[in-house]
């Protein structure tokens, strides 16, 4: 670690001798190493202040008594050992989802608190919720109405773009298509690094632009590591909430103004063409989609985000009107390790 001054320690460059017990050092409840990846390590400095933290906000949400939740506005650099202590010191559906009207009643807050307070129990509940139906139905619910503010007025009051995107990113990982909860699929992502992994039958890696800020000095645009998509019957319930999501979310692109930093509405951009991936229901409005590639603000990323949206639901046959007019010519060229089927696909549609 100190010869290349780096923060992690892998197992492939540990003596055998010494792997167990560097994997038994790693061992809660106070461990001496933190497996930060799959055989990937670094010193627990840190995880005395991962499990006061996690103390700390499971006592907050259970009195409803905020200091940190609404004070710090970075819970989305945390760790995956955060979350993991926090999960064990609360119940996710018990302690969060059923009281989240409670949670969110924003009185007496100011803008920037309730900014905080919003953006990390989203970032909270896409990373510990589990595949319900109910309890998807009632983080959507709850998520839907920040999505779309945009002036001071409401009990929320001014929602900024940092905030909205966070929320997509929750939506992103809540979705049935996704690997739940977060925290199990991240905890063992190192798989992406080999471009020779092949997913399982169903599953598809897709190396589509998000915006993330752990392990980064600031957030920022990235296509690695890729996201797994699941292809699974939908029932009449799960169309209905796509069909809802979806609009949605095409709203919110359609109505971006550049009045905040302007990354901050790319980035805003990017996060909902990646929720659109999962939501944008078999069928979409062609015409709609067709429209938002032409929005004036639509970046490269976005449109790549949504070749895969297209490429999910139509496989080979993304209707020709995408190519004759051109939507994704100026879309730049898809990430390295994108299967070749897929490059291909992506080609054609930009000649």
């Known amino acids: 670690m100190l010869q290349e001054r780096s923060d992690l320690l892998t197992a492939d460059k540990v003596p055998d001798e010494l792997l167990a017990l560097l994997r038994q050092l790693s061992c809660y409840p106070f461990a001496l190493f ?4 799959k055989d990937a390590y670094s010193f627990s400095h840190q995880s005395l202040r991962e499990f006061v933290l996690a103390w700390c906000v499971a006592k907050e949400i259970r009195s409803r008594s905020f200091d940190l939740l609404k004070s710090s506005s970075s819970f989305d650099y945390e760790g ?9 010191l609360l119940e996710v559906k018990k302690d969060v989802i059923d009281h989240l009207p409670h949670i969110l009643d924003l009185h007496g807050l100011t803008e920037g608190e309730r900014n905080h307070l919003i953006r990390n129990l989203f970032e909270m509940l896409g990373e510990l919720s589990p595949n319900d ?73 897709l190396y589509a632009y998000t915006v993330r800020g752990f392990h980064r000095p600031k957030q920022e645009a990235t296509a690695i590591p890729p996201i797994v998509y699941r292809k699974a019957k939908r029932s009449a319930w799960m169309k209905a909430l796509e069909e809802t999501v979806s609009n949605n979310l095409i709203s919110v692109i359609e ?24 939501w ?10 067709a429209s938002l590639m032409q929005v004036r603000h639509m970046d490269w990323r976005m449109k790549q985000n949504l070749f895969y949206a297209l490429l999910m639901r139509y496989g080979r046959q993304i209707p020709e009107r995408f190519r004759k007019q051109g939507l994704f010519r100026d879309a730049g060229e898809l990430h390295e390790n994108t299967p070749d089927e897929a490059k291909e696909i992506f080609r054609y549609l930009r000649t």
């Open 34 to 37: 933190v497996e930060e990846l």
């Open 255 to 278: 109505e971006i103004k550049g009045h905040e930093i302007p990354e901050d509405g790319c980035f805003l951009g990017i996060n909902c063409t990646l929720a659109l991936i999962r």
């Open 80 to 88: 995956h050992e955060f979350y993991d202590r926090l999960r064990v």
């Open 133 to 205: 139906e109910d309890h998807v139905q009632r983080v959507v619910n709850s998520a839907l109405p920040y999505l779309k503010q945009r002036s001071g007025k409401g009990k929320a009051g001014y929602i900024t773009f940092k905030t909205r995107y966070n929320i997509l990113r929750c939506l992103e990982r809540i979705h049935w298509s996704a690997p739940t909860p977060y925290i199990d699929h991240i905890k063992n992502f190192s798989w992406w690094k080999d471009s020779n992994c092949r997913p399982p039958r169903n599953e598809y890696y």
């Open 280 to 289: 944008l229901p078999k069928n979409p409005d062609l015409d709609r989609i």
